[in-house]
């Protein structure tokens, strides 16, 4: 278990992407679709189509860090909204990646 700073912002990219994604295909994605900055001190969460992985990627000013859960039976909730990126908080994002269904 790990805990992210409280005054972290956290960013979803709401629609599902390829899993064999990496850490420079996510910056970029981050760039270019969500129209973030990579380095800014935030977490970038991302899911795939079955809800039952999720990366999350951000800058610890040394260097990017991935982190990737795949559940083995239950699947993340993750927010069903009309813009493509979602906005939470730290406490927000524990609990998606705390608690699944």
Not at 16 to 34: C, H, K, Y
Not at 46 to 64: E, I
Not at 80 to 100: K, M
């Amino acid at each position: 278990m790990f805990r992210l700073g409280a005054d972290l912002k956290v960013y979803l990219h709401r629609e599902p992407i390829d899993f064999r994604a990496g850490i420079n295909s996510l910056a970029v994605l981050v760039q270019e679709t969500m129209a973030l900055d990579p380095f800014a001190p935030a977490v970038f969460a991302f899911c795939n189509r079955r809800r039952d992985r999720v990366k999350l990627l951000f800058f610890d000013r040394s260097g990017f860090v991935l982190i990737l859960k795949r559940l083995t039976e239950d699947r993340f909730r993750w927010p069903r909204r009309d813009a493509s990126v979602v906005t939470l908080t730290t406490e927000q994002l524990h609990w998606i990646h705390d608690y699944a269904f």
